[in-house]
């Protein structure tokens, strides 16, 4: 099973302020790299898929990169809207989910 | 527009079957290369996926729960269903459905429904 670990497990950020949130898989996934965010109460929303594609509706501020084992997600200027917690997940070799980075407000 | 619904008990006793049922509409589970998923998320946790079917059947599971799910579907209703046996308080989480996209990652969710396993 590919292990995907994700840091840090919490971030602190002032709105307009920029975000890096970077996942780690255990072994190579290629390109095959999703990043979801979840807001409480809510089901987990996909932001970007193979590892750097912007999800339809998905604003430009959220950006991927990475691939192979590292990745990461950068917000350029963090809005109310998006503190809550992100997850990455592999699909390369069935799937599995980070342990997520919440981001909260500074 | 996909959109999925779960539906299920919301409490369960230990060792018993849950059986839950994921209805969607706006795809076809008989098109090439769609698949539909199962993920859970205990109170505060990480998300876990569980397991999925594809269009032509194929199934697949994770390994550490393996020998505890079945998923299944019915094309003609446009569910599937997933049973997981002898249900353990470890086991209480919100549980998802999720349609699989052409590319293999889950593009589109279900609210979730929470699953509460207490004698």
């Known amino acids: 099973e590919i292990v995907m670990t994700q840091s840090p497990a919490t971030l602190s950020v002032s709105p307009g302020e920029r975000a890096t949130l970077s996942c780690r898989a255990s072994?190579?996934?290629?390109?095959?790299l999703a990043w979801y965010q979840q807001k409480p109460g809510q089901a987990p929303r996909l932001l970007i898929y193979?590892?750097?594609t912007r999800a339809t509706g998905i604003p430009a501020r959220f950006s991927g990169s990475g691939s192979g084992t590292e990745f990461t997600l950068t917000i350029s200027s963090l809005q109310s809207e998006d503190f809550a917690v992100y997850y990455c997940?592999?699909?390369?070799?069935?799937?599995?989910f980070g342990q997520g980075t919440k981001v909260e407000i500074k | 527009q996909i959109t999925l619904k779960e539906s299920g008990p919301t409490l369960v006793k230990p060792t018993q079957t849950l059986t839950l049922t994921c209805t969607f509409s706006?795809?076809?589970?008989?098109?090439?290369?769609?698949?539909v998923g199962w993920i859970r998320q205990p109170p505060g946790k990480a998300l876990e996926w569980l397991a999925l079917?594809?269009?032509?059947?194929?199934?697949r599971y994770s390994p550490s729960l393996k020998s505890r799910l079945t998923i299944t579907k019915d094309t003609s209703k446009n569910q599937v269903v997933l049973t997981m046996t002898n249900m353990d308080p470890v086991d209480t989480a919100t549980y998802y459905c999720?349609?699989?996209?052409?590319?293999?990652?889950?593009?589109?969710w279900g609210q979730g429904t929470l699953v509460t396993v207490s004698s």
């Open positions: 079917i594809y269009w032509d059947d194929d199934k």
């Open positions: 999720a349609h699989k996209s052409f590319g293999d990652y889950f593009d589109y």
């Open positions: 072994q190579s996934v290629s390109s095959n």
């Open positions: 997940q592999q699909y390369n070799n069935w799937w599995t």
């Open positions: 706006g795809f076809s589970l008989s098109t090439s290369g769609v698949g």
């Open positions: 193979g590892a750097s």
